[in-house]
């Protein structure tokens, strides 16, 4: 988690307003059958911490997550502690785990010009590129997002979130995707609640956090209520997938697919 700097109260209003526009707007979505069930456990501008003990807490299930990466910020110290280096991203993707894109410089692009935000983006792919990294899937710094930049960006990724809170099902805004915070002040009740919710009616769940430590910070998760979490949810019979394996999956299911075109206003849910 990387802080929130220089931001007045009318450019955070204008934010919020060009925010709360973006996510009434789709320009490409994605078709979750009505029995699909996953689960992804997804890492924002992750800290070492996350990297060692969040990476090898789910390959110890033989479970793999999706970490999200801003490589203008790499080894930055962060409210969540130190973030990962190079070579922790470049064993991340080594081992399995996707590497999703961030923007280069952790943008908030509720602030800046479409134009600005693609070219951080294309800068942070073309670095993952010359490590032989690809880069599929977004999440937007701080939830930051306005109209113009979804509709440019949504051409680049299959997939873009930012902070929407809840699960997805039935045909879904493949820029908007919910997902939910798990930090360590939330209940654990809530947690298995949402991982309940989803074995029960079937959807798809996004989990996102920053730091995996013993001590976290407000922004992350302790070791044993991460693992608890993968526990909880194996013991459910949800697939753990990272993003780029869900797209994969539905996009192949043929009921299913990911692709340009109007939302009935009536799509998403919380
Ligand atoms: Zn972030």
Redesign the pocket.
Known sequence: ??GRTGVGLFDRALGKARRAYAERCTFAHISIPADFRAVSFCF??FPLSAAEDGARTLESFGLRGTFYTCFGTLSHDSPSGRLAGMQDVAALHRNGHEIGC?TYD?MNCSFVEADDAAQSCDLNRRVAAERGITMENLAY??GGIRASTKQLLSTRYATARGTLQGVNRGLTDAHGLRAVRIYEHHAASAMRQRIDDVALEGGWLILYTHDVATSPSRYGLSKSRFRDLILYTIGRNLPVLTIAEVVRLIGHAGAAHVGSGPIPATAGQA
């Open positions: 988690m990387i924002d501008d961030h952790h710094p701080q």
